[in-house]
């Protein structure tokens, strides 16, 4: 005999199926995660973009080449 828990469907699936449950990339705007990374990867672009892809020379000198790389 079974109890309630145990009950299954005429197809075998069980009461408790996740065939009706929407995916997670199409609620993911729901959760905290989703915002911290979107945040988190919009720093990052901003910080690239606003460095010149990051080549920025600490005191404002310029970069020097090394002397054996300059072309006559």
């Known amino acids: 005999m079974m109890n309630n828990t145990e009950h299954l469907h005429p197809n075998g699936?069980?009461?408790h199926?996740?065939?009706?449950?929407?995916?997670?990339?199409r609620r993911a705007h729901h959760d905290w995660r989703f915002w911290f990374g979107l945040i988190a990867i919009?720093?990052?672009?901003?910080v690239y973009?606003?460095?010149n892809d990051l080549s920025m020379v600490p005191s404002g000198?310029?970069?020097q080449m090394p002397a054996g790389s300059?072309?006559?």
Do not use: C, D, F
Request: aromatic share 8%; glycine share 8%.
């Open 13 to 15: 699936e069980s009461h």
């Open 17 to 25: 199926s996740h065939h009706g449950e929407t995916p997670y990339w």
């Open 42 to 46: 919009l720093v990052a672009i901003s």
């Open 49 to 51: 973009v606003g460095t």
């Open 61 to 63: 000198r310029q970069k």
């Open 70 to 72: 300059r072309v006559p």
